[in-house]
């Protein structure tokens, strides 16, 4: 069933001594509005939402109003997501973390969860936790400190996850308090301008939880019923900020770079939604790995509940614009909630059935408390095993990858290195055939017979005359140094034979018999074999490539 996305807007106290000189925002009922200093209402600054809780509001009447209803929906089967939007020092992890004496919505919900739980009796529960932050765009466990950059993939079965994720079975609330204790600490803090601990980093805290219903009557499971496998996401943003409020330089201005960046995307991931019954448009979830992780809670099957905090100074009116109307944007986006069966073994409460049921009857004859103890200590080990062959199975998929990426580069040299070789043995008949012009053009010299490559514009060829005898060789005349007989040059050139009887000089030709000897085509007879030598060098190289990348596959 669709549903809107239930949205309000907190105001957090005032900070600054300070009496508002031009303006300040005014709350009524459900509604905040922009006013003049004398009480006049300026047009267009007025928004209303589900809920709009001010300066005394505590955050026990936060949780009660907007969150509850999506925590126990998160037990019965349905997605949940709850976020705290807002900017820098606008009391956003206040909201979520709370103090000693008043928790805050995380808090609250871990308590709420198990309570729910043991007032229902006939369904078996298994939660797991996981707690991450998006730090610069990169994704880290706070539960292990090792586990940095860590990848989202998708399934089919499992949906959208982050792999890598350490995630902790847990039976009571007390056990998860601990852990987010823990993981608090390797969270990113930094001092600004506008705030002494300021948050660096988004922050998700993730309960996977699974139930399947028992036959009250044995105390076995009912095999007719599905399992129920719901995550609810409580996600702790860093705020937007403006360089020139917060004075940041450095690894801070880095920082809010890519805060800024992150939550404009998901600005634009909310503008898209919330236009997408009116035009159907592409959802940017994968330009921010925030937007990709909260796909579902934003725009899919979920239940989900956004508090916008606002500062109420003067200063900071742009700022609460602009968080307001991210706001109203996001109040008209609809999400279709609905239970989460599963019928397959997908289900980590399904595999460990079996393993379970075999320790209780184990354990029958010993105290509840040591039989839970080793039951806890049975799932988390089994949970440590199916991330281990989920990290395995990756690293697989990731060196198959590898291999044909290898295979293809054999490929690739195997062809380079036949194109060389033809290119070197295309070079090693050029050099044969170079040769062979040498010696005829050595033969040529020893006749001494006047080429046409001559530059000289006297240089010419004789035909005897008709009235002289034929002799039995037509020796060379001793008067003419450029001058052969008809029949020498015939034998010779195959050339151009001029009549003695009308002997004139014939200017010099561009047509040659022979290459000079300087010039090959296309290039120098050194640079060409140098050009032979790369070639054959290149070949080399390409060999031993090849040789290293077999060696390498097997």
């Not at 028992?214 to 860093?238: E, K, M, P, Q």
């Amino acid at each position: 069933m669709a549903e809107k996305i239930c949205v309000a807007v907190r105001v957090r106290p005032s900070i600054s001594e300070e009496s508002p000189s031009g303006t300040f925002w005014k709350i009524e009922d459900n509604r905040i509005s922009l006013h003049k200093l004398h009480g006049t209402p300026i047009s267009g600054l007025s928004y209303a939402f589900d809920h709009v809780f001010d300066e005394s509001c505590s955050n026990s009447k936060v949780y009660e109003l907007l969150t509850k209803d999506v925590i126990h929906a998160a037990v019965d089967g349905f997605n949940g997501t709850a976020f705290a939007y807002g900017q820098t020092s606008s009391g956003k992890t206040y909201t979520m973390n709370g103090s000693l004496n008043d928790p805050g919505i995380i808090h609250r919900a871990v308590n709420d969860v198990f309570q729910k739980i043991q007032m229902i009796s006939d369904r078996e529960f298994l939660i797991r936790v996981s707690y991450m932050e998006i730090y610069n765009e990169e994704i880290n466990d706070l539960f292990t400190v090792e586990n940095q950059k860590l990848p989202i993939h998708e399934s089919l079965e499992r949906g959208i996850f982050v792999a890598g994720l350490r995630e902790e079975i847990v039976n009571n609330a007390e056990q998860v308090i601990k852990l987010l204790e823990s993981g608090e600490v390797n969270r990113h803090f930094g001092e600004t301008n506008m705030n002494a601990r300021s948050s660096r980093s988004h922050t998700i805290f993730r309960m996977v939880i699974e139930s399947k219903g028992i036959d009250t009557g044995s105390g076995d499971y009912s095999s007719s019923d599905a399992i129920r496998v719901s995550i609810l996401n409580l996600v702790d943003l860093a705020g937007s900020e403006r360089i020139a409020k917060t004075g940041a330089g450095g690894v801070r201005l880095k920082e809010g770079k890519y805060i800024n960046k992150s939550l404009m995307v998901l600005g634009n991931v909310i503008n898209k939604l919330s236009n997408g019954a009116k035009q159907r448009v592409h959802i940017p979830y994968r330009d921010s790995k925030l937007t990709r992780i909260l796909q579902t809670a934003l725009g899919g099957n979920a239940k989900t509940s956004i508090i916008c905090t606002v500062a109420p100074e003067e200063v900071h009116v742009e700022e609460t614009k602009g968080t307001l109307q991210f706001a109203s944007r996001a109040k008209r986006i609809t999400n279709c909630a609905q239970v989460n069966e599963i019928l397959t073994d997908a289900a980590l409460l399904k595999r460990q059935q079996l393993e379970i049921e075999d320790l209780r009857r184990k354990l029958q004859g010993s105290r509840s408390e040591v039989m839970e103890q080793e039951i806890l200590k049975l799932r988390n080990d089994m949970l440590k095993y199916e991330l281990e062959r989920e990290k395995l199975e990756m690293e697989l998929e990731e060196e198959r990858r590898s291999h044909k990426e290898r295979e293809q580069r054999i490929r690739d040299q195997q062809l380079k290195i036949e194109n060389l070789s033809s290119l070197v043995s295309d070079g090693d008949r050029s050099s044969s055939q170079d040769s062979m012009k040498e010696s005829l053009k050595d033969e040529c010299n020893d006749f001494k017979t006047p080429c046409f490559k001559e530059t000289s514009n006297n240089a010419f060829v004789a035909k005897r005359s008709n009235y002289s005898e034929l002799p039995d060789f037509s020796p060379l005349p001793d008067s003419f140094s450029n001058v052969a007989d008809e029949d020498t040059w015939f034998k010779m050139n195959k050339g151009y034979i001029a009549d003695l009887d009308a002997l004139q000089t014939t200017p010099a030709r561009k047509v040659q018999s022979f290459p000079p000897q300087d010039i090959t085509p296309d290039c120098s007879n050194d640079n060409y074999k140098l050009e032979l030598q790369n070639l054959k060098t290149q070949l080399e190289l390409v060999i031993k490539e090849k040789v290293e990348l077999q060696v390498e596959k097997t």
